[in-house]
């Protein structure tokens, strides 16, 4: 199965990555196993390492559970000022492919001392959650002419919380009821076409908790994927596989069997805005339960 997501504005020997993870505040930098494609950019006054995706793949082991921000821009004339589409596709555990896709215009603060004639896009970025267990993640060039494409790989721990609050959505939207064990937990539901969208003025952090509903004849795991925007800005896509859960059912609807919980966490900075949910593959739904924390 090929996933694709697009957004506007060789065998490689493979190591454990494991120790080579570095401190980036609450994230860390993953390297592939393509140490010899390292290349540093100059964003503003700050170094950042990125990894050259061009012709040959990167390869990653990575240490699941992780959530996984994947940084890519485009290296582009240093004065062009046209939009550029580049992406990559990637594979993890040798199973399904996902295609990602975004276009961009050129950064003017970006700069790489190894290639002082090259501009590069503003970045563009995804984020996948990688379960418990060893994992492999293959990032490939979309083509074999495709330009070079910057990667940069950052992991972040998910990190067990303090109570946060329940965040009503603005507009009708239907109200479902997990129930697991003796508790029921509020979830709205929500499918393509739609958007759940919740007011945010004190919070700092979102957690968008979200389930797939598998319906008769449904395989037990399945792919899906939610875009998260506050107010007109692109926060992420975030793409999750589910399995069925066997300790949680839905109140209002028996036939319908909930996927495990996938969380994706989003910083909002505590501002008066809103936060928007879509689900962006066809005859799926979700369910969505955003907390937010102060």
């Not at 957004?7 to 494991?18: D, E, P, Q, R, V």
């Not at 006054?45 to 990167?58: A, F, G």
């Not at 069925?244 to 059912?249: I, Q, R």
Request: net charge positive; glycine share 6%; proline share 5%.
């Amino acid at each position: 199965m090929i996933l694709k997501y697009c957004s506007k504005k060789s065998s490689s020997l493979i190591l454990i990555l494991l120790p080579l993870l570095f401190s980036d505040g609450w994230t860390k930098t993953v390297s592939p196993a393509q140490k010899d494609k390292k290349e540093i950019l100059i964003i503003g006054e700050k170094r950042r390492t990125y990894y050259q995706l061009h012709r040959d793949e990167l390869v990653y082991e990575i240490q699941g559970p992780q959530r996984l921000r994947i940084i890519a821009r485009r290296a582009v004339p240093r004065r062009d000022n046209k939009l550029h589409p580049f992406g990559y596709s990637m594979i993890l555990d040798e199973e399904d492919e996902l295609t990602v896709k975004h276009e961009q215009k050129r950064s003017k603060g970006v700069t790489s001392p190894q290639h002082p004639g090259h501009g590069y896009t503003h970045s563009g970025k995804y984020y996948l959650n990688i379960p418990s267990g060893l994992h492999t993640l293959v990032i490939r060039p979309l083509t074999k002419r495709s330009s070079p494409v910057l990667i940069r790989l950052l992991t972040e721990r998910f990190e067990k919380k303090v109570e946060g609050r329940l965040l009503i959505p603005d507009d009708e939207t239907t109200l479902k009821h997990l129930q697991v064990e003796e508790k029921k937990y509020r979830y709205y539901q929500l499918i393509p076409g739609n958007k759940i969208a919740v007011s945010i003025e004190e919070a700092k952090e979102i957690v968008v908790l979200s389930r797939l509903a598998f319906e008769d004849g449904m395989p037990s795991e399945e792919n899906y994927r939610l875009r998260i925007r506050k107010d007109e800005k692109l926060l992420g896509t975030y793409f999750f596989t589910s399995e069925k859960s066997d300790v949680s059912t839905i109140v209002e609807d028996k036939d319908i069997v909930p996927g495990k919980r996938r969380t994706a966490e989003v910083e909002v900075n505590g501002t008066a805005s809103t936060l928007t949910v879509e689900l962006l593959d066809k005859g799926k739904r979700v369910y969505i339960r955003c907390v937010g924390y102060e």
